[in-house]
């Protein structure tokens, strides 16, 4: 399997010129004609830094009918794979209600699912609800069996549940796609990840990853990893993140793609902190480099 993810720095409520911005990273980018899927940031077109619901509300999406899931269904169509982009959601029935949410289109222009973030980040909780349903697992496509989630997801409920709970990769574990004795074969995580870097650090070496937040990243999988040393086959983590800054706020950049076997962690690739590049990586292929050894 194929998977590119397409790093890059949206501004906050410039639609046109981030799709713009999107495009042109994708065309310096040599796709395989048999690329799987493409996957874009949280919220990739609109920007991510909106402080209310009054604010965003010019940018909101209609379910799966918006700008950003017609440009997904144009770009899968064009490359014939699957396309998942981040989107800020505004139901279509009513009562309406908004979501933090992204798309997963087909190779054909199918809308196959629409995920809902279901833990919100503080900026968050200015303006969308967690949904009723939680984090997704079953089959997407010809991808087969995949755990969705956005950014915030993989961490702690609202920074009060147990560090060691791991909601997020104990529901991918115990997904009812995925047998006892099994891994999840596939996770993918669409991002606006912050970093603690300040402007002027993220302009210094932006090609190197920011190593402290893919260590953190590759910590949230624990569970995944432990289980990992007990049964055979690996799990491939797809992390697709943004980079620049929105309103003083600084993006981590750093979209990788690891792998979990035999209680160890790999790293096929890592975009850097400040860039915008498209990332391709075959999942069949051996990665570069080592993150953690089994123990």
């Given amino acids: 399997m194929k998977v590119a993810l397409l790093q890059f720095a949206p501004d906050v409520g410039t639609v046109k010129e981030n799709i713009r911005r999107a495009d ?86 199918e809308i196959l699912t629409n995920y809902r973030k279901t833990f ?55 997904s009812s796609h995925i047998s006892p004795n099994s891994l999840p074969p596939l996770i993918c995580v669409s991002m606006a990840w912050l970093c603690h870097l300040s402007p002027e650090e993220l302009v210094q070496e932006p090609q190197a990853p920011d190593v402290a937040t893919v260590a953190y990243w590759v910590e949230r999988f624990q569970p995944i990893i432990e289980k990992s040393k007990e049964v055979e086959g690996a799990t491939h983590v797809v ?8 309103k003083g706020v600084c993006f981590a950049g750093s979209s990788t793609v690891l792998k979990i076997e035999g209680g160890a962690v790999s790293l096929f690739e890592t975009a850097g902190k400040s860039e915008e590049k498209c990332l391709v990586v075959d999942l069949s292929e051996r990665p570069r480099f080592m993150v953690s050894k089994a123990r």
């Fill in 239 to 246: 992390l697709a993140n943004r980079s620049g800054v929105e």
């Fill in 120 to 174: 919100l980040y503080y900026t968050d909780e200015t303006w969308c609800a967690e949904p009723s349903s939680t984090f997704y697992s079953g089959p997407l496509g010809s991808l087969g069996p995949v755990t969705l989630g956005i950014c915030m997801d993989i961490n702690p409920h609202r920074f009060l549940a147990p560090w060691d709970a791991y909601e997020f990769a104990n529901a991918a574990l115990t």
């Fill in 24 to 109: 042109e990273t994708l065309q310096k980018t040599r796709i395989p004609t048999d690329l799987d899927w493409l996957i874009l940031p949280e919220m990739a077109f609109s920007g991510y830094t909106f402080h209310s619901l009054e604010e965003i509300q010019p940018y909101l999406e209609p379910t799966t009918s918006g700008i950003s899931t017609q440009w997904a269904i144009q770009v899968a169509k064009h490359y014939g794979c699957h396309v998942t982009v981040g989107y800020p959601e505004i139901t279509i029935t009513e009562p309406k209600v908004q979501y933090n949410s992204t798309v997963t289109i087909s190779p054909t222009g």
